[in-house]
């Protein structure tokens, strides 16, 4: 029942911007580390970012300085601000939470999101 939904993908211009959000939903007891992870056409995927419950953030070294993530405890939502994008930034981008969800067992768990492209044009 717990899902994750990303949004703010799209196509930028190299130099150009993008704001990603994800939104978890369902019944979550507690939402641990959240982060964004990425995959390009014949590579592996990659973590971006990720942030843990006590805001702490880990970034690929490929995006220091020019990404940020942040989240929204009160809506279960964990953004990505890309800025400075660049063509290497091409990916599908997938949103991932590690969450207890409200059943018996309160066992964590990893959860990802479907997906969304981000494309930067030269």
């Known amino acids: 029942q717990v899902q994750l939904v990303e949004s703010g993908g799209g196509l930028v211009q190299a130099g150009g911007s993008l704001r990603l959000s994800c939104a978890a939903s369902g019944n979550i007891f507690k939402i641990n580390a959240m982060g964004w992870y990425r995959q390009a056409p014949g590579k592996q995927r990659e973590l971006v970012a990720s942030i843990n419950s006590g805001g702490s953030t880990n970034y690929a070294d490929s995006v220091k300085g020019r990404f940020a993530i942040s989240r929204d405890n009160a809506k279960n939502t964990v953004y990505l601000q890309m800025n400075s994008l660049k063509p290497e930034d091409t990916a599908y981008y997938y949103c991932?939470?590690?969450?207890?969800?409200?059943?018996?067992?309160?066992?964590?768990?990893?959860?990802w999101g479907q997906g969304t492209q981000v494309t930067v044009s030269s």
């Open positions: 991932n939470a590690d969450l207890i969800a409200a059943d018996p067992f309160l066992k964590i768990r990893t959860y």
